[in-house]
């Protein structure tokens, strides 16, 4: 079982930066890919960002290639998530997730593959404009 958490998380205006962290424990061996979702009340959870851990292929959503960039750190068992050029309706709990997933190359099938995987509990973003 593989155990996931957030943090890094908080209020910003809109045009500023944050930088989330995931760190994993437990069997994440049993994993190979990371990533990021986020949530807002009544909405389904959205794919944001991913990285396979080993080959450290990138995948992101259309809605924050080039403000957001996906990293790692494997010493520290940890993927980060810097969020630049923050808007409005980024405004929502981002939660890490972390899965086995065939070596997809879109974005699309590898989101859908993490959301069966190990999730953190969440850390707010609240970006204000």
């Known amino acids: 079982q593989v155990h996931l958490v957030e943090s890094g998380g908080g209020s910003v205006q809109a045009g500023g930066s944050l930088r989330l962290s995931c760190v994993a424990s437990?069997?994440?061996?049993?994993?190979?890919?990371m990533g990021w979702f986020r949530q807002t009340p009544g909405k389904e959870r959205e794919g944001v960002a991913a990285?396979?851990?080993?080959?450290?292929?990138?995948f992101y959503a259309d809605s924050v290639k080039g403000r957001f960039t996906i990293s790692q750190d494997n010493a520290k068992n940890t993927v980060y998530l810097q969020l630049n050029s923050l808007r409005a309706e980024d405004t929502a709990m981002y939660y890490c997730?972390?899965?086995?997933?065939?070596?997809?190359?879109?974005?699309?099938?590898?989101?859908?593959?993490?959301?069966?995987?190990?999730w953190g509990q969440g850390t707010q973003v609240t970006v204000s404009s």
């Open positions: 997730a972390a899965e086995a997933v065939p070596f997809y190359n879109n974005y699309r099938d590898v989101f859908r593959a993490l959301k069966s995987g190990a």
């Open positions: 437990g069997n994440i061996y049993s994993t190979n890919c």
């Open positions: 990285i396979f851990t080993g080959r450290g292929s990138t």
